[in-house]
């Protein structure tokens, strides 16, 4: 634990073990929550948790165990199995790091890594950086592990963007680079651009080893927005975008229960600019068409004097 990043990084790795162990001694005895034992179970990131606390001279497991009842009666030798044998041989077996050395090791400096390679991106002009061999696709929706077998095609950065960006533990890791400025990701349907775009996204987080997306990092201060019919949006000014509106209110301060697509993400971009964020993501297919564009066609149907 010698920086933050490894701190970090081993109170992750000690989460997940525990996780396995308090679930395999986790079983129901008596009504309601009886005999469980949980801890917070993490994803795919690796972020600083309050469910493991280390430091020079703590160690502290925050975890859920569910005290034996028969309704309103409390099951008292269970609960002493519970607290006295079942959770201290689960917390031992999670420690027990005696075999597992080289896999911990690789989970700290995986870690530690990527925040090498993020503190170099402002340095390179660069605002996301994604490593050759990166496995971007996901399961599904609802499964963020990666995909596996042959459908899976690992990343290939074009020459034109290849970078190499040092690491203290990989060494020299080679990729696309994303510089700061205006970048078109273009192609044809089912063609990634999405999933690349979703890479980026997440990938102000940290992965843990294995993901696909462990030398994926961008910018900390990276927001996607989108449009969100519906939202609220309260005192935002919408005057780069958005003009006098027809009913002669002005958009300096603009207020609404119901937004409409475009005025929404209108305010989105205004709130990220106002929060320091220093990079936009847009995905064409989760934004207001009519936000993004205003052609020659558009331009003749409606006039500039009619268009607010």
């Known amino acids: 634990w010698s920086s933050d990043s490894r701190r970090i990084a081993i ?17 129901r005895s008596g009504s309601g929550s009886s005999g469980r034992l949980e ?3 993490p994803g795919q990131e690796i972020v600083e948790r309050t469910s493991v606390q280390l430091d020079r001279e703590r160690f502290e497991i925050r975890a859920y165990a569910g005290l034996p009842a028969q309704g309103r009666r409390v099951s008292g030798q269970a609960a002493c199995r519970l607290l006295t044998r079942d959770l201290p041989e689960a917390i031992r077996e999670a420690l027990d790091l005696e075999d597992l050395e080289d896999h911990l090791r690789r989970h700290l400096e995986t870690h530690e890594d990527q925040d090498v390679i993020r503190y170099q991106l402002k340095k390179a002009g ?19 592990r990666p995909m596996s077998g042959d459908a899976a095609i690992p990343f290939c950065s074009p020459q034109t963007l290849r970078v190499e960006l040092d690491t203290p533990n990989k060494g020299r890791v ?33 992965h843990v080893p294995g993901d696909g997306r462990e030398y994926v990092v961008t910018d900390r201060d990276a927001v996607k ?5 519906g939202r609220s949006v309260g005192c935002v000014d919408l005057s780069p975008f958005v003009g006098e509106l027809p009913t002669g209110l002005s958009s300096d301060v603009f207020s ?14 205004n709130e990220v600019i106002e929060m320091g964020g220093s990079v936009l993501l847009m995905d064409e297919d989760t934004s207001a068409t009519n936000f993004l ?13 009619n268009e607010p």
């Open 293 to 305: 564009i205003r052609d020659e066609r558009m331009t003749r149907l409606i006039e500039n004097r």
């Open 11 to 27: 109170c992750d790795y000690l989460t997940r073990r525990l996780v396995d162990a308090l679930s395999t001694r986790s079983r």
């Open 256 to 269: 609404t229960d119901d937004a409409s697509g475009s005025t929404s993400q209108a305010a989105s971009v």
């Open 174 to 206: 080679g990729g696309m680079g994303i510089r700061q400025g205006v970048t078109l990701i273009t192609g044809g349907g089912y063609h990634g651009k999405s999933t690349l775009l979703k890479a980026i996204e997440r990938g102000i987080y940290n």
């Open 126 to 144: 660069l605002v996301a950086f994604i490593a050759d061999g990166a496995i971007l696709p996901r399961r599904s929706g609802e499964d963020d």
């Open 225 to 229: 927005v989108r449009a969100e019919e």
């Open 39 to 41: 801890i917070a179970i």
